[in-house]
């Protein structure tokens, strides 16, 4: 199971989060001039290499507010070439796609119609510029890959038993979860009644989705998407 170091997190975390406290501090000051200097500084972290979970929310929060688009990619990325590029975007909306299936799937335990998957997609991820056809032809990609199956009440991006079992375990780990998002694996143990098999199959699957994060000693759990505190 990968480990990722948390201390190392709070370090970019720290910096991530004075450097947005002071331009929005600048902000509250001043005009036009504060806004560019915010925009500078925001773009400059978007092109940092890696952000954890939780600094990429917080960065995005910060996009949000000063009206930056979501994506700090180029736009040409999201939009479907005419001619050279075509099947590189489709593997790419194709990612795009399990990805978002995939938590849409783990909260409404449900498989899903290309129709409201669609409306859902263009209202979620607005930044990709492409047509309920582009869409029906990554799924088909997808499909004849047996990465998801097409199903007549739907997609399903992953087993339904597996989706469950994702939202029943979080659900029970919730009330334990501290305002920072951490939670130590003996206590996942006592909440959670299933063996420690499955319980390990869980964790190495919430890591590798980067849902959780395991301490370099395995001694807790960190959830940046359920912390509550600052």
Known sequence: MEVKDISEQDKHKARYKALGKKLKRIQDDS???????????????????????????????????????????????????????????FHR?????????????????????????????????????????????ALDILNKE?????????????P??????????????????NEFGEISLVSVRKLVPWNNTKIDAMLELLCSNKICILDRNKEFLFFPELKTGS
């Not at 990805?99 to 909260?107: D, L, P």
Request: charge should be negative.
């Open 31 to 89: 005009t036009q001039e504060v806004q560019e200097q915010l925009v500078k500084g925001v773009e400059s972290l978007s092109s940092t290499t890696y952000l954890p979970e939780d600094l990429a929310t917080y960065l995005l929060s910060l996009k949000r507010e000063i009206s930056l688009p979501v994506s700090v990619l180029p736009s040409s990325l999201f939009k479907r070439p005419v001619y050279i590029g075509r099947e590189e975007f």
């Open 93 to 137: 909306l194709a990612s795009e796609l399990i990805s978002f299936g995939v938590a849409y799937q783990r909260v409404y335990l449900l498989p899903i119609k290309l129709s409201q998957l669609t409306t859902l997609f263009h209202k979620h991820r607005p930044w990709w510029k492409c047509d309920i056809q582009d869409i029906e032809k």
């Open 146 to 158: 047996k990465i998801i199956q097409n199903t007549p009440d739907g997609f399903l991006f992953e």
């Open 160 to 177: 339904l038993s597996m989706s469950s079992d994702v939202k029943d375990f979080l659900t029970l780990i919730s009330r334990e979860i």
